[in-house]
């Protein structure tokens, strides 16, 4: 039995005069801060006042870098070569860190977004690139990533240290991957049946697939998304119920270790 997990969101994905998400109201309840790092979302003033805010809640930094898609979120696959990955990463970690050196922090993860997240999550070729660049970045910094992933893997061959992330909302293929939105079933709306979900996950280390198999999987760090106001009350119930189990929300630094 696990007594502790991470609650990561997704931050900081407001653009110029447009405004996406309750950040303000999410860094609440969260533990770690997903950092929209200027291509698929934010932009340097975003990217400011993000990390000011989370520093401010005392909730932990993370970057978290896409692909260079404004128009589609970052959400369109793009066919992209290793080093192009590598390069990707190197400039949007570059970009966040000095944010979170300006307002006395670190950068304490690093997960990415979209399309990019789904891809590196089972194409060797570009885990791989993106594993090198986070060694020359920094090696302390935790990759998050979908539990059990290809990626999570190979940074763990590497020395690198991981964290393996679960969603809340979401449902599972057999194999451990996510199914896709597209797909009827892929998003979970009953909020009873998604906690129940949740607490099995943390506790037990099972999540049943949308077949009906029960499937094993690690839960370092529950996605909770708070793009509108029903969605901050369910991280709220979602903190909530898990700490009534006697489960303890914290950040994944303070418990992901080398080899973890």
Known sequence: MKGFVDLNSDLGESFGAYTIGLDSEVLKYVTSANVACGWHAGDPLIMDKTVKLAVENGVAVGAHPG????????RRNM?????????????QLGALSAFA????????????????YNTA????ELADAIVEAMLEVDKDIIIMALSGSCLLQIAEERGLKVAHEVFADRAYNADGTLVNRRLPGAMIHDKNLAIQRIKRMVLEGKVTAIDGTDIDIKADSICVHGDNPEAVSFVKLIRESLEAEGIEVKNIGSFIKRGN
């Open 79 to 91: 066919d992209i070569t290793p080093n192009e990955a590598k390069n990707y990463m190197l400039y």
């Open 101 to 116: 050196k300006f307002h006395g922090t670190k950068i304490q993860h690093m997960k990415l977004h979209g399309a990019f």
């Open 121 to 124: 999550c089972v194409k060797k």
């Open 67 to 74: 692909y260079p898609d404004l128009m589609a979120f970052g």
